[in-house]
């Protein structure tokens, strides 16, 4: 059963975990149980939401005859998680500054690590849902009962996600445990998520190189997961029942680890690394300025030596949409395309920085990153206008470059001529341009003066169900814009062709010019 000081932490937590929703739920008069139940209420709302979209792509998949398809997506996902994982638990247990005023409490050390756990896991489920609709088209497919296979993938993906909790648990608490982690701390942490990211990555490369997909539609199956998957395709065998036996046993001997090491020392863990944290992020370096715009650049990149912030934004707005296309977007492009092409990518460009520029990018929380200078600035004689637009300057050119190596990345993986490559920089440079408009002035609508930690700055808004749903639905409408325009291309003469591209060109001028004209009279121009 679960006890009332636990249940009282999640309820906290919920409450944390997006302050501005739960703002506006107690401006409409919910309070209290009624409060805790409309979030939880929105948050299931929204992973049903993402769960039937999913459904509906991978409705067309057997995976009981996939199985290499099935391996690639469960690895996927395994390693996304584990990403995520890691980050978020640093996140919660580490980064925040919540944790101080409520560990002299007589809660039990038990209650507060699976408080927060909870919360990640609210803020993981997004990344992972994929692999739960893996788990249950497989088992379906396979004859089994839509019940048993509901109950059945259920349970084994709490299995599969619980292990993958545990370990990361171990690797940040056991580093935090280390004579090089309290020297270095922020260097540690950054290098163990620098890592996850570039194994994430890695691995999906590796696993596309390494597919073979020529004999038919399935991949080239992963070895390692054919376990998992006979769990699944042929659920009463006894590689199945071995599978099982070893899952559950690696979980409760890890559970069992995890309560004689880590939670014991829970509380003296957190107090002292939060403490260090705080201190470190207190300092600041002082240097000699000659013009207000310097002074003001200055103080912008003083805010990026906020800890771990680069790489918390790197990991939580790049890795996934990169891992995203990389994974269902490869494709060999090798082929010489002729310069009636170059408005497809052109488009493809805009669309790769609508892509890669959300929430959880650094344009669109650099100005809550003020804290309570904002209103400090905001109370000198300083233009706002002025000041805002050094800050959207420095967000823009660092989401430019992100998309710049992304965008690289991918023209070197697909063989992309180098005509092509230019086309979708320049168009890159627009949509990043007219995107990042959008997230900054919504960055100013939503800001936050009293963030505990990162996480909370991502998830306004919907959170990272509503960044995954959106992210999925424009990856569809790319795909879907893409493949009729490139379609017009491939099949009308060269003189039509560019009659295409010359439309498409007056659209995208019109329309960009309407779209910055607007953000121009709703925003820059209400500055003072």
Known sequence: MISKQLKSLIKVNMLLLNPQVTDRFRKKGFTGESLTKRLFRQSAISTLLFVLLYGFLMAAMDFSKMPGMFTFYVALFILLSFSQSISGIYNVFFAGKDLPNYL???????DIFLSKIAVLSLNIVPFTLPMLLVFFATAWRSGMMIV?????????????????????????????????????????????????????????????MNSDTGSGTDRTPINFLMPLYAVFNKPFSMESLLTWVVLIGAIIILVLILQKFVLPQLGEQLTSVNSSLTSFSRQRKHSKRFSLDQSLDAYNRQLLTEPNLILQVVINSVMVPLIFIISFAFADLSMNFDLKWIGV????????????????????NLISL????????????????????????????????????????????IKLSWKMVVAMIIGMLLGTYLVCLHFFRRDFRLRSTNWTNITELFNRGGGNIAMMLSMTLNILVSILVIGIYSAGIFYLSSIFSWIVNGVVAAVIIIGGFVYYQNYRQTFWNQLL
């Open 370 to 413: 003020d804290r309570s200078n904002f209103e400090f600035v905001y109370s000198l004689p300083i233009s706002m206008k002025k000041y805002l637009n050094r800050k959207f300057k420095l967000g823009y050119l660092f989401q430019v470059i992100v998309n710049l190596i992304i965008l690289i990345i991918m023209a070197l993986l």
């Open 104 to 110: 002299p409490l007589p809660f039990k050390q038990r």
């Open 345 to 364: 990518f052109f488009v493809s460009g805009m669309f790769l920085s609508i892509l890669t520029t959300n929430q959880s990018s650094l344009i669109s």
């Open 148 to 208: 048993l296979a509901v109950v059945w993938s259920i349970i084994g993906y709490l299995v599969v996600i619980s292990a993958i909790y545990l370990i990361c648990t171990f690797l940040v608490f056991g580093l935090v445990k280390t004579k090089l982690f309290k020297k270095h701390q922020n260097l540690v942490m950054s290098s163990l998520m620098t890592i996850s990211m570039v194994i994430a990555i890695g691995g999906i490369m590796i696993m596309n």
